[in-house]
């Protein structure tokens, strides 16, 4: 069991910059990789960012890449996205996920992200 805690959400004016903690606890030398993943009302959500746990391989969706930035501690059991030039569209609630080796996924309790001016 793997359990997921996010924070760091808020409200920011387009532009702006915010970062998202997740902490992981409970059976972490099994997680995989580590993801950010977003969903705005009434659309589906959909994945933001991915990165391994133990390369540090990361991957981006082509909405967000060159403005955020996915980083882990491992000794900390926590992952971050760094979110920078935020743009309304960028308004959801970002979950963390955690995959870890038996192929079970693992979801936090999302925290908001607002951007408004």
């Known amino acids: 069991q793997v359990q997921l805690v996010e924070s760091g959400g808020g409200l920011v004016p387009p532009g702006g910059s915010l970062g998202l903690s997740c902490a992981a606890s409970g059976s972490t030398f099994s997680i995989y990789t580590m993801r950010w993943y977003r969903q705005a009302p009434g659309k589906q959500r959909e994945f933001v960012a991915i990165i391994s746990t133990k390369s540090g391989m990361t991957n981006y969706a082509d909405s967000v890449k060159g403005r955020f930035t996915i980083s882990r501690d491992n000794a900390k059991n926590t992952v971050y996205l760094q979110m920078n030039s935020l743009k309304p569209e960028d308004t959801a609630v970002y979950y963390c996920?955690?995959?870890?080796?038996?192929?079970?996924?693992?979801w936090g309790q999302g925290t908001q992200v607002t951007v408004s001016s």
């Open positions: 996920s955690a995959l870890v080796d038996n192929g079970r996924q693992y």
